[in-house]
């Protein structure tokens, strides 16, 4: 199989936002790969399904796929090795964002068994599996660690050259976890941060996967400190890129449901309606497509 046709045609339907020839055509090139016995096609494309059913909140295609291609994996003794942990960490980010916490920490942790065992202590993938740790140990209300693996993370994006937009993104998920532990300084001062290297980056931050969720955390972090017409800008930008990059998932919902929190702080009745029922329409239609 030629994987790099696979990624060239999968990165065009990206490209020019046909979401909807992407499951067809992972699925078709899954069961390509499985037919020609392609082992090496096959983990390829399952992580990239995994990343986008994620992404599209549908979890139970996620949870499917991460299955098969762990055991896959375990049967071609490859379980100690780098790609291993790198699928362990997708369908742990994956359970993560299903609400799945333990089951993501479980594999968060094996993942990180893997890469210390391989990995040089400042090899750039353990700040990405840090920051997932980090964001997951925050929703478990677990702080104090999520701020510690937050703050590896970042003194290892740092050292990392073109690495403006992960630098913010971090900065922002710690900023988000100070407010919660009560050090608002620190978060203000890595807010301003992190949203003069996002826009410092341009266009290279747009595409970044990473930056609605910045966008996100930016919003979130002013309307902590009570300034909602900011809040509402910022969480708006991040409505706009979701639906960019990834059409109206659970995600853009939340979103929705953000911003109606934001638009009932500023007296706006007439918006905040607006987006709370657009957040239930999305969850309507979700429910309806699990089942």
């Known amino acids: 199989m030629n994987i790099d046709q696979f990624f060239k045609t999968l990165?065009?339907?990206?490209?020019?936002?046909?979401?909807?020839?992407?499951?067809?055509?992972?699925?078709?090139?899954?069961?390509?790969?499985?037919?020609?016995?392609?082992?090496?096609?096959y983990i390829t494309i399952c992580n990239e399904m995994i990343g986008f059913y994620r992404s599209t909140s549908a979890f139970e295609k996620a949870y499917i796929v991460s299955e098969d291609v762990l055991l896959l994996m375990e049967e071609l003794q490859l379980d100690r090795t780098e790609h291993f942990a790198t699928t362990l960490l997708n369908a742990a980010t994956a359970y993560r964002a299903a609400g799945d916490y333990e089951t993501a920490l479980r594999y968060y942790r094996q993942a990180l068994q893997i890469y210390d065992g391989l990995l040089a202590p400042n090899d750039y993938r353990f700040a990405g599996l840090y920051n997932n740790m980090s964001i997951l140990l925050e929703k478990m209300d677990e702080n104090e660690s999520a701020i510690d693996y937050a703050l590896k993370a970042l003194a290892i994006i740092e050292q990392t050259e073109n690495s403006q937009a992960e630098t913010a993104t971090t900065m922002t998920n710690l900023a988000l976890l100070y407010f919660k532990t009560e050090q608002p300084e620190k978060a203000k001062e890595l807010l301003e941060q992190a949203v003069a290297l996002f826009e410092s980056t341009g266009k290279d931050g747009d595409t970044n996967e990473h930056y609605s969720g910045a966008l996100a955390g930016v919003a979130e972090a002013w309307y902590r400190m009570q300034d909602y017409d900011k809040a509402l800008s910022y969480y708006e930008k991040a409505l706009e890129k979701v639906k960019k990059h990834y059409g109206e998932n659970a995600g853009y919902a939340v979103l929705c449901e953000n911003c109606a929190a934001v638009c009932g702080k500023l007296g706006d009745e007439k918006k905040r309606k607006q987006y709370q029922e657009k957040a239930a329409q999305i969850y309507r239609k979700l429910d309806s497509a699990e089942g």
Do not use: H, M, N
């Open 11 to 41: 990165d065009s339907y990206f490209d020019t936002q046909q979401i909807d020839k992407v499951d067809p055509f992972l699925t078709e090139s899954l069961r390509q790969a499985k037919e020609e016995e392609d082992y090496g096609a």
